[in-house]
């Protein structure tokens, strides 16, 4: 039976009010750099889940093309942006505080450490659940057990007693059962599909409401 609830951040929670890649593409403009993909942004940023900073990202991306630009100008306009743009998904911040009466309440999302926190600050979340790592600060990220293993061992609860909540499928939902979790898939408009590892299924739209029914169900209440 459940004792914890943990949860993504990105997608899960909280969305960008604006187009990512629009915003990458601006933030490389804005500090001169060539024009980046949001492909190729998501392939550096896998390989960078345990840093201080985006600046190894983008330095990842800027490697081997011709300009003398800094990383780390083009990760702080990057960084600024996304903070700005982000906003909760509707009832997620009652859904918290409501949970949090009856279960211990987590964050394990993936990225470097200043961005991750930002956007906590942003949305003034810092005290919104009583554990929330961020895999800069770990020695692995998700899909790895290790950054599952950290978020258990915060909230002082066994990993069969945790649901995760998470929208991506590799990192999320098979990271989190071949951890030993519960997995709930949150469902985005543009998919990837429903997974069938994950307990339970929620579209985006629907976090507030839906997830605090499948944990009370897994409880048998």
Request: aromatic residues 4%; without cysteine.
């Amino acid at each position: 039976m459940p004792r914890a609830v943990v949860f993504d951040l990105d997608y899960t929670l909280a969305v960008p009010t604006r187009d990512r890649t629009t915003i990458l593409q601006e933030a490389a403009a804005t500090a001169g750099a060539p024009t980046l993909t949001r492909e190729a942004y998501l392939e550096a940023h896998r390989r960078n889940l345990t840093r201080e900073t985006r600046e190894p990202i983008f330095a990842d991306l800027l490697e081997g093309r011709e300009t003398d630009v800094d990383p780390a100008a083009v990760a702080d306009a990057y960084r600024r942006t996304i903070a700005e743009t982000l906003e909760p998904l509707p009832g997620v911040e009652a859904m918290l505080e409501d949970l949090k009466g009856e279960y211990r309440v987590g964050l394990l999302t993936n990225g470097p450490v200043r961005a991750q926190r930002d956007k906590l600050a942003t949305l003034g979340w810092e005290r919104a659940f009583d554990a929330a790592l961020v895999t800069g600060e770990l020695e692995a990220g998700k899909p790895d057990h290790r950054a599952f293993d950290a978020i258990v061992g915060e909230l002082d609860v066994d990993h069969d007693e945790t649901v995760y909540v998470g929208d991506e499928v590799e990192a999320d939902i098979h990271g989190a059962t071949n951890a030993g979790l519960e997995a709930v898939q949150v469902l985005l408009e543009d998919g990837p599909d429903p997974d069938p590892r994950a307990t339970a299924h929620v579209e985006q739209a629907t976090v507030g409401t839906a997830v605090p029914d499948v944990v009370a169900e897994l409880n048998g209440l």
